[in-house]
């Protein structure tokens, strides 16, 4: 079972390390982002918009429902879990390593108002999808207004 629940905003603090970490990952591409070297990693990540919703498709295969939580919070989606290694031993040696497991945490930015409370989410096939309809805009009613001629008033 994927959990969906709503949370606080980020505060400007969290923020502003996160957005620090994405700055040095972009201009130094070489350079590891805090948040691996904490031993977090980011699962591929595709978002786009459709005529009535932001989707977020995330890469995570290997794990149950219930190691994945999804958190709406202000105008950010958290995508947050733990990827068990399922080959645990006392000694291995590595000639290639390109999966991630542990804990993985992924922040996606809403750029518009949306309806966290019809937000849904699917785990199949190792893809977590996560669904959220635009808000509809409160519909506006227009209000006749009788406008009298300034010479009218006087």
Known sequence: ?????????????????????????LVFSG???????????????????????????AEIAGMDREQIEVVI?????????????????????????RISYGHFATDIFIPFQVEATEASATYENGFLRVRLPKATEPSRTLVPRRIENEQQGR
């Open 1 to 25: 079972m994927i959990v969906i629940r709503r949370g606080r905003a980020r505060d400007n603090v969290r923020r502003a390390t996160d957005n620090d970490e994405i700055f040095r990952a």
């Open 31 to 57: 350079a590891a982002v805090t948040s691996s070297q904490r031993g977090v990693w980011r699962p591929p990540t595709e978002v786009y918009e459709t005529e009535d919703a932001l989707e977020i498709v």
């Open 73 to 97: 919070g202000g105008d950010f989606v958290s995508l947050r879990g733990v990827r068990p290694d399922p080959a645990v031993c006392e000694r291995r040696s590595y000639h290639e390593a």
